[in-house]
């Protein structure tokens, strides 16, 4: 699966901005999707997964109750809606996928992600 991410931008704090992330083959209904984000001088850490049916969905703390992860798979598209943005959500956002053989699974850890998008950075000025 190819993933190409988009929507990033330069944002203030307290407003929100959509990410979304395009994959390129017919099998994207098979595959779980993440969203991963790496700030400056930091690992890349855990934000959002969703199961490849889309029923289920798992979130970091950090940015519970303002992310939503969507997922459209007629279109092949994930969404990351974020919203009440603070300086510390500035990164660059990646979105992954998972060949998941359950429909239920929601993956967290990032080495069982398979495919990578190339990040969009999102910036957000106190």
Same mark, same amino acid.
């Given at each position: 699966?190819?993933? $190409?991410?988009?929507? +990033?931008?330069?944002? *203030? #704090?307290?407003?929100?901005? %959509?990410?979304?992330? =395009?994959?390129?083959? /017919?099998?994207?209904? $098979?595959?779980?999707? +993440?969203?991963?984000? *790496? #700030?400056?001088?930091?690992? %890349?850490?855990?934000? =959002?997964?969703?199961? /490849?049916?889309?029923?289920?969905?798992?979130?970091?703390?950090?940015?519970?109750?303002?992310?939503?992860?969507?997922?459209?798979? =007629?279109?092949?598209?994930?969404?990351?809606?974020?919203?009440?943005?603070?300086?510390?959500?500035?990164?660059?956002?990646?979105?992954?996928?998972?060949? =998941?053989?359950?429909?239920?699974?929601?993956?967290?850890?990032?080495?069982?992600?398979?495919?990578?998008?190339?990040?969009?950075?999102?910036?957000?000025?106190?």
């Amino acid at each position: 699966v190819q993933l $190409q991410a988009s929507g +990033g931008g330069l944002v *203030q #704090a307290g407003d929100s901005l %959509r990410l979304s992330c =395009a994959g390129s083959r /017919r099998d994207f209904n $098979q595959n779980a999707m +993440g969203w991963f984000r *790496q #700030a400056p001088g930091k690992e %890349r850490e855990f934000v =959002a997964a969703i199961s /490849r049916n889309g029923y289920n969905t798992h979130y970091a703390d950090s940015i519970k109750d303002r992310f939503t992860i969507s997922r459209n798979n =007629a279109r092949s598209t994930v969404a990351l809606q974020m919203s009440s943005l603070k300086s510390e959500d500035t990164a660059v956002y990646y979105c992954a996928s998972m060949y =998941a053989r359950r429909p239920e699974i929601v993956p967290v850890t990032q080495d069982v992600y398979q495919h990578w998008g190339q990040g969009t950075l999102v910036t957000v000025s106190s």
